[in-house]
């Protein structure tokens, strides 16, 4: 079992930073693959992120490469994303999720690929 706290989101401006940070309880997390998503107003659930298990390969949307970083600290449980030069667009709540297989082994875009979820923090960009 796992549960999973998002938190750093907050209010900035256009162009300025955020790191998130999803903290997890549970005996397996160093062993599992894991990804932020993000939900829109009025827009379905859109991967953002994901790192493998000990955190060497990271995946990103296309949305976000080049802006945001993925990275974990396994001797902490945390998992954190730091977003740079945010758009308006980034704006959203924010969800870590953890799966149990490996990352060359699942479609890492895909919420089917994840077990457990957080309740998710908001991002508000502003223009």
């Known amino acids: 079992q796992e549960q999973l706290v998002e938190s750093g989101g907050g209010l900035v401006q256009a162009g300025g930073s955020l790191r998130l940070s999803c903290a997890a309880s549970g005996r397996s997390f160093t062993t599992r693959t894991t990804a932020w998503f993000r939900q829109a107003p009025g827009k379905e659930r859109e991967f953002v992120a994901a790192?493998?298990?000990?955190?060497?390969?990271?995946r990103y949307a296309d949305s976000v490469k080049g802006r945001f970083t993925i990275s974990r600290d396994n001797a902490k449980n945390t998992v954190y994303l730091q977003m740079n030069s945010l758009k308006p667009e980034d704006t959203a709540v924010y969800y870590c999720a953890v799966g149990p297989r490996p990352m060359y082994n699942i479609v890492v875009h895909s919420s089917d690929s994840y077990t457990y979820w957080g309740q998710g923090t908001q991002v508000t960009v502003s223009s």
């Open positions: 790192i493998s298990q000990g955190g060497s390969v990271t």
